[in-house]
Nanobody, 124 residues
């Protein structure tokens, strides 16, 4: 059983930064594409950022493209999401997920494995 565990969430003031981490217990062939999603209360889960395991391709949601960086450390099986200039509307539970492809990377249904999520709260 492969697990992915997120960490790094917390309470931060508007304009602050956080770095989320997602560590997989081991790498599998399904982990071609790694992504972060977020879900605010009462809203659907939405794509935030993603990266291929090779690191060659990266994708960002428009609202995050200038404020975040996704990266990974293959030796540690860990994906990071550095978030800067955070806003109250960034509040939500952030999940990492893995998929076998990135053709439809914005669709939650494309992902095989999910972490348990980490809460990010941005105060105004």
């Amino acid at each position: 059983q492969v697990e992915m565990i997120e960490s790094g969430g917390g309470l931060v003031q508007s304009g602050g930064s956080l770095r989320l981490s997602c560590t997989a217990s081991r790498r599998t062939d399904n982990m071609f594409f790694m992504a972060w999603f977020r879900q605010a209360t009462g809203s659907e889960r939405e794509f935030v950022a993603g990266i291929t395991w090779s690191g060659e391709r990266r994708f960002y949601k428009e609202f995050f493209e200038s404020r975040s960086t996704i990266s990974k450390d293959n030796a540690k099986n860990t994906v990071y999401l550095q978030m800067n200039r955070l806003k109250p509307e960034d509040t939500g539970v952030y999940y990492c997920a893995s998929a076998r492809r990135f053709t439809y990377f914005k669709r939650p249904g494309e992902y095989d494995l999910w972490g348990q999520g980490t809460q990010v709260t941005v105060s105004s």
